[in-house]
């Protein structure tokens, strides 16, 4: 197994289900696919990478899953909350072996692989990394051992969730690094401003 590794969480790309935000602006079938594009775009930029890639996600799909087939082992998420659900994920692959994982999900265009070689190299002098999003949630976090307590407490899908995080590993005197700020796809602007530029 690789020392380096990605959880990919996800969601099956089913209407209705997915992109609800979004959804109430523009329908939900122009948001399911504007969600498979999304998955399309996060398959291709982390095929490529130097580590052991496992997508956890919210559902066993009901027919073949035509995403993330080649180089990728799938898991299906634990149920709870969102910070369950990752410290859980992290947990089975601190299980498995020891090294530096990463976490992200498939809201987030902008990722490329010089983002991942920075994170990975980040963990050899910082406890976590952390790549802040725009909206004041974060779009990547990594850690190399494993320390649940940055998905305790926490209000997740709000503008908090960078904020506290970050409070919650300094007060339990960790280091952290931070990658540059990046745009998630949860509403129509955001949708529109990254359509002008890809």
């Known amino acids: 197994m690789s020392e380096k590794k990605l959880i ?3 969601k099956q790309p089913k209407l209705g289900q997915v992109k609800t935000r979004l959804a109430h602006a523009i329908g939900d079938t122009k948001a399911l696919e504007v969600y498979e594009e999304l998955l399309q775009i996060t398959e291709s930029v982390t095929s490529n990478l130097d580590a052991d890639k496992i997508v ?3 559902q066993i799909p009901e027919l073949p899953n035509p995403y993330f087939t ?3 082992r799938h898991f299906t998420q634990t149920s709870g909350d969102l910070g369950s659900k990752m410290a859980n994920a992290f947990q089975n692959e601190f299980q498995e072996s020891n090294g530096k994982v990463l976490i992200i999900g498939t809201d987030c265009p902008y990722l490329n692989p010089s983002i ?3 994170a990975y190299k980040a963990l050899d002098h910082s406890d976590f990394v952390i790549g802040p999003a725009i909206d004041g949630g974060y ?3 990594g850690m190399k051992e494993y320390l649940p ?3 305790r407490g926490i209000p997740w899908s709000t503008e908090s969730v960078l904020k ?3 409070e919650a ?3 339990n005197h960790f280091r952290y690094s931070l990658l540059k700020e990046l745009d998630d796809i949860d509403t129509v602007n955001e949708w529109e401003k990254w359509k002008e530029i890809r």
Request: hydrophobic share 60%; net charge neutral.
């Open 8 to 10: 990919i969480f996800a």
């Open 56 to 58: 956890y996600w919210d």
């Open 70 to 72: 080649f180089g990728f």
């Open 116 to 118: 991942f070689s920075d």
């Open 139 to 141: 779009y990547l976090l």
């Open 149 to 151: 307590f940055v998905f």
């Open 164 to 166: 506290l995080t970050l």
């Open 169 to 171: 590993i300094k007060k």
